[in-house]
């Protein structure tokens, strides 16, 4: 063979290499982008899933607290244990009667018993056996009054009692009961204020226990799955072995399975060490699968959703094959095409030759019509435009989207089909690609032929042909615009639901009218002032117009009292602006809001409630709301005090840094207090409303 010859098929090979790498890099660079939103997808389901399962066992406690704070329950008990030491129970039967009838009631209303466990009340010194039920313990753990089906405070019941601090809640981890099925232990204290000066003290607890079944476990399932290999399930570390806490779909009943923690590339194991990400691996059947964790609060459990890969990327896997597959096929083609074209110049049966390259010709023509049909069934618009912004393909749904018949595409510029902003943002974006050869994914903003926002993202990556013509841009386009307009719309709902609140509590205090606006204006500015993310800022925001959420439980008479209050009656203010943010749980914000809220009242050396948190442990947010909650009140007047000066509010507050505010924070008030105009723009906060 001649030597021109070996160079010719030698370049041709290496460019069809080439040209095949850049497809198999396209097709990887798919499957991440896939990855990704099954990854966002799946967050999701585990976050609701994970929530789900906390507002369950929170309803559980719930039963026992509203069972503690009942004021005939707290009498009752008091007076049956004034009967003396060593006194039978019996000699208060009234009393007995109805504190066992009080637990029946609410035992069978909540699922602690069940009527079928309903017998002949036993007397309060007869321990009953059974599977679950409620019972009122004495601070010892012995019981003094229960529902019928209690098993006796025994064996690991009896240290689960001993072991839980008398004045905290407590919680008895998922436990075969005598019969084998998963059981559930609570217990809170009862606290009777005693002596004269009325200190709360534990006069009893609320130990309840309750079989899980199929209620619980249903709140694992998420509404409208259907993926066939998607479960979540709950998980717990139990020494060098992983305990599998409920149902599989494998079979496997509550805590009946059990593996290794050093099973290799096991994800369970993955999301006990990290909880929280996204795990990569095996399943307990040794499939490859995806899953993401998250760990349940308040227990040792870790909620884990997890897929099959094949099932999770089937659709994925199969819509890359088959553009691999065409992409590839297109190669091929062109490059059996420069071969016929090349064997018709230099080869003497030029009539043999014409006649291979029409049939070359005939089956490329069969393998365009399959790509058009590939690319056809596609939902997004499918583009290929050359470094001079001409199109050189673009499938049905570019056709559609710019309202051009399909046949007429090909050659037209990216202006003359998507419109001249589009065009221009789209070319200046394919420019990039064929400078840097680097693939990009670019989100753009247009303007709509109403006027409204429009958002597409877009993919664009290198296109090679053939060796011997100018690299293209393949370019794929997503109308997120709908997706936007709906998250528009939650966040103007969240913002609206937030001004109701805000003025409900304006109408029962208005005293501070006004405040948590100006509380929110100046939040605002010392997040900006301290350089936070957008999204940040915006959290800050919404928690600062809800700082006074908690007044909403303060009688109105504490609230327009002029004077003094007393230790009680701050403690009943205390208590309700720190329940405060528990009255928004239910609402899903964007940022940190309620935890913002929650630590507002932390001080950075540590003093201040409920969880002494200090430093950097604090929300930043949290401390720009606490600060501008302090400034606004020292400059706002009060019916019993006059307002502070800005100088006198910025001496207050320098002796509070590094005490209770953060030095970043207050340093970032002044500046923008006394550098930025701040004392012009906050003159109205320090008038009284009229």
Wanted: proline share 5%.
């Amino acid at each position: 063979m001649k030597k021109h010859i070996q160079i010719a098929l030698a370049v041709l090979v290496i460019s069809m290499g080439l040209g095949l790498s850049g497809i198999l890099l396209f097709s990887e660079a798919e499957k991440e982008r896939d990855v990704q939103i099954l990854q966002a997808q799946m967050n999701l389901v585990a976050d609701s899933r994970a929530e789900a399962v906390h507002g369950w066992l929170e309803a559980q406690y719930d039963v026992l607290s509203g069972l503690a704070q009942n004021e005939s329950l707290q009498l009752y008990t008091a007076v049956v244990g004034m009967s003396g030491a060593g006194q039978p129970f019996e000699e208060d039967p009234a009393q007995l009667t109805y504190l066992r009838t009080l637990l029946t009631a609410t035992a069978e209303r909540s699922g602690f018993l069940s009527p079928s466990q309903q017998a002949e009340a036993l007397p309060a010194n007869v321990k009953p056996l059974g599977l679950a039920g409620l019972a009122l313990v004495d601070p010892e753990g012995k019981i003094i009054v229960a529902t019928n089906g209690l098993p006796p405070i025994q064996g690991q019941l009896a240290q689960f009692l001993r072991q839980t601090p008398l004045t905290e809640r407590g919680f008895l981890d998922l436990h075969p009961g005598p019969t084998g099925q998963p059981t559930l232990g609570f217990v809170v204290p009862v606290f009777a204020q005693q002596g004269e000066e009325g200190a709360s003290v534990v006069i009893a607890r609320i130990l309840g226990l309750r079989p899980v079944d199929e209620r619980f476990f249903a709140t694992l399932k998420q509404p409208g799955a259907t993926a066939a290999t998607a479960e979540s399930y709950l998980i717990r570390r139990s020494g060098h072995l992983i305990d599998y806490l409920s149902p599989l779909l494998d079979g496997s009943a509550p805590l009946t399975k059990r593996l290794a923690i050093n099973t290799p590339g096991l994800v369970d194991a993955a999301a006990l060490h990290d909880p929280g990400r996204f795990h990569v691996g095996r399943n307990g059947a040794a499939k490859e699968s995806f899953a993401v964790s998250r760990r349940i609060g308040g227990t040792d459990w870790v909620l884990v959703h997890q897929i099959d890969r094949a099932e999770a990327l089937a659709a994925s896997d199969a819509r890359r094959t088959a553009l691999v597959s065409v992409l590839a096929l297109i190669l091929v083609v062109f490059g059996a095409a420069l071969i016929v074209v090349w064997r018709v110049a230099t080869s003497q049966r030029a009539e043999e030759a014409a006649r291979r390259f029409r049939l070359s010709s005939e089956r490329f023509e069969m393998l365009s019509r399959f790509l058009d049909v590939v690319t056809d069934s596609q939902p997004h618009p499918i583009l290929v435009a050359d470094a001079s912004n001409a199109l050189t393909f673009a499938n049905r749904r570019t056709a559609e989207v710019s309202g051009i018949p399909e046949e007429e595409l090909s050659g037209r510029s990216l202006v003359g089909v998507l419109g001249h902003d589009k065009g221009i943002r789209y070319n200046a974006i394919n420019q990039r690609v064929l400078e840097t050869g680097q693939a990009l994914i670019e989100t753009s903003c247009f303007e709509d032929d109403e006027g409204g926002e429009q958002v597409w993202r877009s993919y664009h990556c290198l296109f090679v042909a053939t060796p011997d013509q100018p690299p293209s841009v393949l370019m794929t386009i997503e109308d997120l615009t709908d997706l936007v307009r709906e998250r528009a719309r939650r966040e103007r709902n969240t913002r609206q639901l937030i001004e109701t609140l805000v003025g409900l509590v304006d109408e029962r205090d208005p005293d501070s009218a006004h405040q948590s606006r100006y509380v929110a204006l100046v939040a605002r500015r010392i997040a900006e002032e301290m350089g936070l993310a957008d999204a940040l800022i915006e959290a800050t925001d919404q928690a600062a117009r809800l700082v006074n959420i908690g007044k909403i439980r303060i009688p109105r008479s504490l609230l327009t009292r002029q004077g003094s209050l007393t230790e009680a009656e701050l403690t009943l203010v205390r208590a309700a602006m720190d329940a405060g943010p528990e009255l928004l749980k239910e609402i899903e914000f964007e940022g940190p809001v309620i935890e913002t809220l929650r630590q507002m009242n932390e001080w950075v050396d540590g003093s201040g409630r409920p969880a002494g948190l200090s430093g950097d442990a604090i929300l930043p947010s949290a401390q720009a709301v606490a600060l501008a909650n302090c400034f606004v009140a020292l400059l706002s007047p009060r019916a019993f005090r006059d307002g502070k000066s800005f100088d006198e509010a910025e001496a207050i507050l320098m002796r509070e840094i590094d005490r209770r505010f953060d030095r970043r924070a207050v340093l970032s008030l002044l500046n923008y207090l006394n550098n930025r105009g701040g004392r012009e723009a906050w003159a109205m906060m320090s008038q009284r409303d009229g």
